[in-house]
């Protein structure tokens, strides 16, 4: 686990751009690794397991509300997304929808007028998540609907365009699902010494 003596030095080195983007994480001044990875299956099989980008100002938001003065994310939300997009950097909350082609339809797309809740469970051994109870999507659509990836979100409405987008993911290969399907979405974060 990280000492949090240094919780000053971490958001400094994020401020400074002193971290660099890996296949496990974003690695902060060579000394901490912080990652996540989205878990999803389909009707309870074919689990597939993606790592997530964690967007510049998502970085500087959990450093914030964490070691600085700003107050706590009350909830967060998972969403789906379907255009053929790959999350960048510069990925935010403001420009998700637009950037990933959030799925907003509820006749081509998913059941509910809002993102499902992302439920964490307790933090252990350097991670915290909603696998215990992963976010439930019920799918409604004419004939498929194809999904290429999914965010974290403070905003709960689909399609809003406020609050911070802590993470995003472009599925390794694309979910293309049938009418009343039941598509699982599970997010864990983790931070760990390097």
């Known amino acids: 686990m990280i000492d949090k003596?240094?919780?000053?030095?971490?958001?400094?080195?994020?401020?400074?751009?002193?971290?660099?983007?890996?296949?496990?994480?974003?690695?902060?001044?060579?000394?901490?690794?912080?990652?996540?990875?989205?878990?999803?299956?389909?009707?309870?099989?074919?689990?597939?397991?993606?790592c997530n980008l964690l967007p510049a100002a998502g970085i500087i938001d959990i450093l914030d509300v964490y070691f600085g003065a700003d107050?706590?994310?009350?909830?967060?939300?998972?969403?789906?997304y379907?255009?053929?997009?790959?999350?960048?950097?510069?990925?935010?909350?403001?420009?998700?929808v637009a950037n990933a082609t959030e799925n907003t339809s509820t006749s081509e797309g998913y059941s509910g007028a809002n993102r499902p809740t992302w439920t964490a469970g307790v933090a252990a051994a350097g991670k915290i998540g909603n696998l215990a109870s992963?976010?439930?999507?019920?799918?409604?659509?004419?004939?498929?609907?194809?999904?290429?990836?999914?965010?974290?979100?403070t905003a709960q409405a689909r399609g809003a365009v406020t609050g911070v987008l802590p993470s995003s993911t472009r599925f390794a290969a694309a979910r293309t699902l049938n009418n009343t399907d039941t598509f699982e979405l599970g997010y864990e974060i983790e931070l760990t010494d390097s």
């Not at 296949?23 to 999803?40: E, P, Q, R, V």
């Not at 379907?82 to 998700?96: F, R």
């Not at 439930?136 to 659509?141: E, F, G, L, N, P």
């Open 71 to 80: 107050s706590k994310q009350t909830a967060f939300y998972l969403s789906l």
């Open 5 to 50: 003596k240094h919780h000053g030095d971490f958001r400094k080195f994020i401020a400074d751009g002193d971290y660099k983007e890996t296949d496990g994480g974003i690695l902060i001044h060579n000394s901490a690794m912080i990652g996540g990875k989205y878990y999803h299956t389909v009707n309870g099989e074919d689990l597939r397991v993606d």
């Open 82 to 96: 379907s255009g053929n997009a790959t999350p960048d950097s510069t990925w935010t909350a403001a420009n998700y």
């Open 134 to 153: 992963r976010a439930s999507y019920t799918i409604v659509a004419t004939t498929t609907v194809t999904f290429y990836g999914a965010g974290l979100h």
